[in-house]
């Protein structure tokens, strides 16, 4: 994914996907150790998979994508996020 995907940063994620030949879009989400410790990262996902939740209608077929939570997010709630992620 990172060798051959293409990444968009934004300072709470960010976005790498990579373009398939067949199937519907894909979501990984991810937290690293530099979001906090255990609590910090689930919540941080959590926050991500509730934001993507609400965008999956609205996604075109055909991507992989992984979302990596950033510091920062930990200061937003979904509803921002989802308006960023639009």
């Known amino acids: ?3 051959f ?3 968009i940063a934004h300072p709470f994620v960010v976005l790498l996907y990579l373009p ?4 519907e879009t894909r979501f990984g989400i991810a937290a690293g150790k530099s979001v906090g410790k255990a609590v910090a990262r689930n919540r941080a ?3 991500l998979r509730a934001a993507v939740e609400a965008h999956m209608p609205h996604i075109q077929p055909g991507f992989d994508c992984i979302l990596i939570a950033r510091p920062a997010i930990l ?3 979904s509803t921002h ?3 960023i992620l639009a």
Do not use: S
């Open 1 to 3: 994914m990172r060798r």
């Open 5 to 7: 995907g293409k990444a």
């Open 20 to 23: 398939i030949e067949t199937g």
């Open 45 to 47: 996902k959590r926050i």
């Open 75 to 77: 200061k937003t709630n």
């Open 81 to 83: 996020l989802k308006v």
